[in-house]
């Protein structure tokens, strides 16, 4: 019993508490995970064909099962030797760049560590990725600005939701997504440590710039996550500590004398120069990367936009290709795949002219001419979103015993839940998102709260957004083509939006009190306070009326 005690008390010192929280919880996921994987039988998602073009870059191949690719997970890989156009993004030549390719090799390293005969086996690539779950989460609770007891429920939240069947079986595939959603906690966490005092570090800064440029990085797709990082990097003045301590031993010797308005927002101006210089060059890092991309997948975005989404929403193609200033003569695409023009032949006419010419702002232009395509084409994506996983990839093994294409529910708690909204889609999740977007806000710029509660405010505020520019980013790029995989981010960032508003309830707890401001920051007296809040105020006046009436009574 003494060493209970005297663990208990070591565990209770609160320099401790968060980082022995943080651990455990870290462990306790990557267990969970692993259990959720693999207990019963190992489940994963089948190749949809993408998987080939990181493959191949490890020199490997899959080993024939004797059954159609989409029907089972096919986790083995035997060595095979790759030449030119063999691997390359679509037969082009030109190689298929994702920081996925970091976490499968290093699953091809581990493979004979774990016994496997053959050269890699995707079942340790989901030990890899189970692995760097526990450390987001563990980030995660770390730098969460709440009670302990919120933070285990915030991190609980997103661990169910990231184990829920519509997410987890692709830590089990040759594909690049597994790699985007580490990076998108990755970014939480970063967010979270970078928002929650009122001054940044140039490394807080950099570490969020890391966690983009792995998300960007696995899928270009997610490039619209600048739309919530980019004003939450510039939001907070940078604080160099060395100049800091400077500044303030030269204040204690000559007192400066208070700053006008135009003084303060230069100064203000300046101190967020680091962050947008920074800001610069993460977009520009991005930009070249999505742009060093093959032009292949360029062309597969627009045909798949053109021919399988405007057209077969309209009722004109002929009208709709001239309004884009495409040969007429091509209308016999619609409704088409790009699979449509593979294989010999010569190019139609006017194809050329097609590629050359088509850009994402002539698509938007058609689209703003049309406004009703535009709801057109966002009911099929926010039907896509409730469908939330790819029903033609089938989720098991060759051994497992289940029937081709089977998928399995082992954790539905999302994905019974966005079956739920279909019926209501356009009122759900539009409330979902915009409410977020708008009770962030609020909380972001709320004065009687403190810059650790606001940080859970700009963080609603960076899911929302990444939310919305993520669903507009697949609508614009792929269209309708395989709308309900491309829409895995849009799901899992609305997942990550419910943990969040939980965490949003325990800022909402924290206006008010004055033990959220830093020593020295006096408590703001605007703004008016909800009923319980008034409540609190009186406890605490009275408290301190108390303390000087005591101090009032002693003798001197």
Same mark, same amino acid.
């Given at each position: 019993?003494?060493?209970?005690?005297?663990?208990?008390?070591?565990?209770?010192?609160?320099?401790?508490?968060?980082?022995?929280?943080?651990?455990?919880?870290?462990?306790?996921?990557?267990?969970?995970?692993?259990?959720?994987?693999?207990?019963?039988?190992?489940?994963?998602?089948?190749?949809?064909?993408?998987?080939?073009?990181?493959?191949?870059?490890?020199?490997?191949?899959?080993?024939?099962?004797?059954?159609?690719?989409?029907?089972?997970?096919?986790?083995?890989?035997?060595?095979?030797?790759?030449?030119?156009?063999?691997?390359?993004?679509?037969?082009?030549?030109?190689?298929?760049?994702?920081?996925?390719?970091?976490?499968?090799? #290093?699953?091809? %390293? +581990?493979?004979?560590? $774990?016994?496997?005969?053959?050269? &890699?086996? =995707?079942?340790?690539?989901? *030990?890899?990725?189970?692995?760097?779950?526990?450390?987001?989460?563990?980030?995660?609770?770390?730098?969460?600005?709440?009670?302990?007891?919120?933070?285990?429920?915030?991190?609980?939240?997103?661990?169910?939701?990231?184990?829920?069947?519509?997410?987890?079986?692709?830590?089990?595939?040759?594909?690049?997504?597994?790699?985007?959603?580490?990076?998108?906690?990755?970014?939480?966490?970063? #967010?979270?440590? %970078? +928002?929650?005092?009122? $001054?940044?570090?140039?490394?807080? &800064?950099? =570490?969020?710039?890391?966690? *983009?440029?792995?998300?960007?990085?696995?899928?270009?797709?997610?490039?619209?996550?600048?739309?919530?990082?980019?004003?939450?990097?510039?939001?907070?003045?940078?604080?160099?500590?060395?100049?800091?301590?400077?500044?303030?031993?030269?204040?204690?010797?000559?007192?400066?004398?208070?700053?006008?308005?135009?003084?303060?927002?230069?100064?203000?101006?300046?101190?967020?120069?680091?962050?947008?210089?920074?800001?610069?060059?993460?977009? $520009?890092?991005?930009?070249?990367?999505?742009?060093?991309?093959?032009?292949?997948?360029?062309?597969?975005?627009?045909?798949?936009?053109?021919?399988?989404?405007?057209?077969?929403?309209?009722?004109?193609?002929?009208?709709?290709?001239?309004?884009?200033?495409?040969?007429?003569?091509?209308?016999?695409?619609?409704?088409?795949?790009?699979?449509?023009?593979?294989?010999?032949?010569?190019?139609?006419?006017?194809?050329?002219?097609?590629?050359?010419?088509?850009?994402?702002?002539?698509?938007?232009?058609?689209?703003?001419?049309?406004?009703?395509?535009?709801?057109?084409?966002?009911?099929?994506?926010?039907?896509?979103?409730?469908?939330?996983?790819?029903?033609?990839?089938?989720?098991?093994?060759?051994?497992?015993?289940?029937?081709?294409?089977?998928?399995?529910?082992?954790?539905?708690?999302?994905?019974?839940?966005?079956?739920?909204?279909?019926?209501?889609?356009?009122?759900?999740?539009?409330?979902?998102?915009?409410?977020?977007?708008?009770?962030?806000?609020?909380?972001?710029?709320?004065?009687?709260?403190?810059?650790?509660?606001?940080?859970?405010?700009?963080?609603?505020?960076?899911?929302?957004?990444?939310?919305?520019?993520?669903?507009?980013?697949?609508?614009?790029?792929?269209?309708?083509?395989?709308?309900?995989?491309?829409?895995?981010?849009?799901?899992?960032?609305?997942?990550?939006?419910?943990?969040?508003?939980?965490?949003?309830?325990?800022?909402?707890?924290?206006?008010?009190?004055?033990?959220?401001?830093?020593?020295?920051?006096?408590?703001?007296?605007?703004?008016?306070?909800?009923?319980?809040?008034?409540?609190?105020?009186?406890?605490?006046?009275?408290?301190?009326?108390?303390?000087?009436?005591?101090?009032?009574?002693?003798?001197?």
């Amino acid at each position: 019993m003494t060493a209970v005690r005297r663990t208990w008390s070591w565990l209770a010192e609160p320099g401790r508490r968060i980082p022995v929280v943080s651990t455990a919880l870290g462990v306790l996921w990557t267990v969970i995970m692993l259990a959720r994987l693999f207990v019963g039988g190992a489940v994963g998602l089948a190749d949809n064909f993408d998987g080939h073009r990181l493959m191949c870059q490890l020199q490997v191949a899959a080993v024939p099962n004797g059954h159609d690719t989409w029907a089972y997970l096919n986790p083995v890989y035997d060595t095979h030797v790759w030449y030119g156009e063999a691997c390359s993004a679509g037969g082009t030549g030109e190689p298929y760049l994702s920081s996925q390719w970091y976490f499968l090799w #290093l699953a091809k %390293l +581990l493979t004979p560590v $774990f016994g496997f005969d053959h050269a &890699l086996d =995707l079942r340790v690539l989901g *030990v890899v990725v189970s692995v760097f779950f526990g450390l987001a989460i563990g980030l995660i609770c770390a730098a969460l600005p709440l009670p302990v007891w919120v933070r285990v429920l915030v991190v609980s939240l997103i661990g169910l939701f990231t184990a829920d069947s519509t997410i987890a079986p692709y830590f089990v595939s040759p594909l690049s997504e597994p790699a985007a959603i580490i990076g998108m906690l990755l970014i939480v966490a970063a #967010l979270l440590r %970078l +928002l929650r005092r009122n $001054f940044v570090t140039v490394a807080d &800064l950099l =570490l969020v710039s890391a966690a *983009v440029l792995w998300t960007v990085m696995a899928k270009t797709q997610t490039i619209t996550m600048f739309a919530g990082v980019l004003p939450a990097m510039l939001v907070r003045p940078v604080r160099f500590p060395w100049l800091a301590k400077l500044r303030r031993t030269r204040r204690e010797l000559c007192p400066e004398p208070p700053r006008g308005l135009r003084r303060r927002a230069l100064v203000g101006a300046l101190r967020r120069t680091p962050a947008v210089v920074i800001c610069g060059l993460l977009v $520009f890092g991005c930009v070249q990367f999505a742009s060093s991309q093959s032009r292949w997948l360029t062309e597969i975005y627009h045909f798949h936009q053109v021919f399988g989404t405007i057209l077969p929403l309209g009722s004109d193609p002929r009208q709709d290709l001239r309004d884009l200033g495409v040969d007429e003569s091509l209308a016999r695409y619609d409704g088409e795949s790009i699979l449509a023009l593979s294989g010999p032949g010569e190019v139609p006419q006017g194809y050329r002219e097609f590629l050359d010419d088509m850009s994402m702002t002539r698509i938007a232009g058609f689209y703003a001419t049309h406004p009703a395509r535009i709801f057109a084409v966002l009911d099929r994506g926010l039907d896509a979103v409730t469908q939330a996983r790819p029903g033609y990839l089938g989720n098991y093994t060759p051994d497992s015993g289940k029937p081709a294409y089977s998928q399995e529910n082992r954790v539905f708690a999302g994905g019974a839940l966005f079956t739920l909204f279909r019926p209501v889609r356009w009122v759900v999740f539009p409330v979902l998102w915009l409410g977020s977007l708008a009770l962030g806000a609020w909380l972001a710029l709320h004065r009687r709260l403190g810059a650790a509660g606001r940080s859970i405010g700009w963080l609603l505020v960076a899911l929302s957004l990444n939310t919305v520019a993520q669903l507009a980013s697949v609508l614009l790029s792929d269209g309708l083509n395989d709308i309900v995989k491309h829409s895995i981010f849009v799901v899992y960032s609305t997942f990550l939006l419910f943990p969040a508003l939980v965490a949003a309830l325990g800022a909402i707890d924290k206006i008010g009190r004055p033990d959220q401001f830093l020593p020295g920051q006096k408590l703001p007296n605007t703004g008016v306070p909800w009923p319980w809040q008034r409540r609190r105020a009186r406890h605490v006046t009275g408290a301190v009326r108390g303390g000087e009436r005591e101090r009032e009574l002693e003798p001197v």
